[in-house]
């Protein structure tokens, strides 16, 4: 398989650089080839989705939230396929993979009904005889810039609320999710998305996100990944008066206070430590554990990370697969080799086939302070790191000692410290008695800090990104 780019309802391939996509569970594997796209490919997706913009935006909600639906139906036809696709691209297993895009079928559903909800409201005046009204508008063409960690989910939860609220789309997936992305758009284009709406752009990110951020016409741009970049994103957009949307790093942590049910919580903390290799935003990087529970609690971890299985993306029984490249492969073992320096082991498994792909095995590690780095900083990766409270309040502040604040998880069985770690916890998704990872797709999706802009994503909170408000008056006699 070969990427191309989808512009104007066109199939175009680029004819720049390009590079082969193996397979991280099984590096001597060909997936399929790259196909780079130089800037001037972005100014052509602009005038595409610019020449479209007038009769999508025109639409009723009702006949855009068709599209959507019809979207919907074909993504779901061919679901098992575009996660086999997905899981040997980028190395989520399959499990996972097949559940991610049953959730982008219905993120399109969800947002297909929202074509037929109030947008806006009545709005007292104090003059007669005026009728004053808001309502939600489009912005004109937004870009989307996606990453490789939910190849198929974070696309959609983009591009639905932005379609539904009538703009158009220019979408620029990561380089490593890009033959999963090319796939989407076939399979969009089967739905009869109208040429314009929707156009996807290969690409580098020094070269096509660059050019989005920095020269293109657009009206908003929405970024998932690295703080560092959206950082830059935000000054960028800040700059030329462009709406933004970053969705960036987390340090997430599970707090474990003294009453919880151990045998019951270590599950929950083992998946959000590890399932898709610790490749999520939201993934529990930090373990807060109250000292009175410290050592029961290590032992029952010790046993449930030593069963677990490593395995190839396409093993329906691998609980974690590879990380998804070599650059991540790189990246995360230097972190794996500074906990085995500087750190205690508390936890590991085993990897059976670690040569064969970019495996790194579960690791659970103690003995460093709040202020080490691998306390401080996003691993992005099957590592985590286990700090000591003193009690509860010792513990919140573990918690919030971090520039980032995206998700927690307070473990415990009583109501009232619950109650407090809901309203103390400095993060943009709290949670009691559940994994710090996944939140539904109804939900506003985002963080504090240095996690997020000031925005959210998914649920009806997404709309308000993607639209305007128009206050409208009418005086109806005179």
């Not at 895009?101 to 297909?112: Q, S």
């Not at 691998?318 to 082991?345: C, I, M, T």
């Amino acid at each position: 398989m070969e990427t191309k780019n989808w512009i104007g309802g066109e199939w175009i391939t680029p004819q720049g650089d390009s590079a082969v996509v193996k397979n991280p569970s099984a590096v001597h594997e060909e997936v399929g080839i790259v196909r780079f796209s130089a800037a001037d490919h972005i100014e052509e997706a602009v005038r595409a989705a610019r020449a479209a913009l007038g009769t999508w935006a025109r639409l009723t909600g009702a006949a855009r939230g068709e599209h959507l639906y019809r979207m919907a139906a074909v993504l779901e036809r061919h679901a098992d396929e575009l996660a086999k696709l997905a899981s040997r691209e980028m190395g989520k297993p399959i499990a996972e993979m097949r559940g991610e895009v049953t959730r982008g079928v219905n993120l399109l559903r969800y947002y297909a009904a929202e074509g037929v909800r109030a947008i806006g409201s009545v709005i007292p005046s104090a003059e007669a005889s005026v009728l004053q009204y808001s309502k939600r508008v489009p912005l004109g063409v937004v870009g989307v810039i996606t990453p490789w960690n939910f190849p198929v989910a974070i696309p959609i939860w983009k591009i639905a609320p932005a379609l539904i609220c009538g703009n158009t789309v220019i979408w620029k997936p990561a380089e490593i999710a890009s033959l999963t992305a090319t796939r989407m758009a076939e399979i969009f284009a089967e739905a009869g998305l109208p040429a314009g709406v929707l156009n996807l752009v290969i690409g580098r990110g020094g070269v096509i996100g660059s050019a989005m951020v920095e020269e293109a016409d657009l009206q908003a741009i929405s970024f998932t990944g690295s703080t560092a970049t959206g950082t830059s994103i935000a000054a960028a957009c800040a700059r030329r008066n462009i709406k933004y949307q970053t969705e960036m790093g987390g340090k997430n942590a599970a707090v474990v206070l003294r009453d919880a049910d151990l045998d019951s919580i270590v599950p929950m903390v083992v998946s959000g430590a590890f399932r898709s290799a610790g490749q999520k935003c939201t993934a529990t990087s930090r373990i807060i554990v109250e000292k009175a529970v410290l050592q029961p609690f290590r032992q029952r971890l010790q046993a449930a990370v030593a069963a677990l299985k490593v395995a190839p993306a396409l093993d329906p029984a691998a609980y974690l697969g590879p990380v998804a490249s070599a650059d991540q492969y790189e990246k995360v073992g230097a972190y794996v080799a500074l906990a085995r320096s500087e750190a205690k082991v508390v936890a590991q498994a085993a990897v059976a086939a670690a040569d064969e792909g970019y495996y790194i095995a579960p690791l659970v590690v103690e003995g460093v302070d709040a202020h080490h780095p691998l306390a401080q900083e996003e691993i992005f990766g099957p590592l985590a790191v286990i700090l000591e409270a003193e009690d509860f309040d010792h513990a919140v502040a573990l918690c919030n000692q971090t520039v980032y604040g995206l998700s927690a998880s307070v473990f415990t069985s009583d109501l009232g410290k619950a109650h407090r770690f809901l309203d103390e916890a400095e993060v943009g998704m709290v949670r009691v008695n559940q994994e710090t990872a996944g939140v539904e797709y109804q939900a506003p999706f985002g963080g504090m800090k240095m996690s997020s802009s000031h925005t959210r994503e998914q649920g009806q909170a997404a709309l308000d990104f993607y639209s305007a408000v128009k206050t409208c008056a009418v005086k109806y006699t005179l």
